[in-house]
């Protein structure tokens, strides 16, 4: 199964690894916090984090980042292999983006509805 690994999708494995480990080693600063998508109108909201939220994953569950990672390993070499490594890239950026940038949307809407 791992032989068959992709260099996009090793490369975002090592990415999440990485930042996984990191949030689990620097709790000091938050590291989680500061990755995570916050709510816009939040004081925590920064906008790179619709970029860097695709990368932090519950430090409380290793569950979490294993199935994430493990739909990453599955599905993700076959689309590399099928679209090419650029395609693929900007297919799992742009859907990353833009799931946060919609989650984003759809729940400031709400907010705003619910306090007027």
Do not use: D
């Given at each position: 199964?791992?032989?068959?690994?992709?260099?996009?999708?090793?490369?975002l494995l090592i990415?999440?690894?990485?930042?996984?480990?990191?949030?689990?080693?620097?709790k000091s600063i938050?590291?989680?916090?500061?990755?995570?998508l916050w709510n816009i109108g939040s004081p925590n909201f920064a906008p790179y984090q619709f970029f860097t939220y695709?990368?932090?994953?519950?430090?409380?569950?290793?569950s979490h980042v294993l199935f994430n990672m493990?739909?990453?390993?599955?599905?993700?070499p076959l689309l590399e292999r099928f679209w090419g490594?650029?395609?693929?890239l900007i297919?799992?950026?742009?859907?990353?983006?833009?799931a946060g940038v919609l989650y984003s949307g759809i729940n400031y809407i709400q907010n705003t509805k619910m306090r007027s």
């Open positions: 199964m791992f032989r068959n690994i992709t260099p996009v999708v090793k490369n990415i999440n690894v990485v930042v996984f480990v990191g949030q689990l080693m620097f938050n590291l989680t916090g500061i990755l995570s695709m990368f932090a994953h519950s430090p409380r569950g290793f493990l739909g990453l390993v599955f599905l993700g490594s650029q395609k693929f297919f799992y950026m742009v859907t990353g983006i833009g």
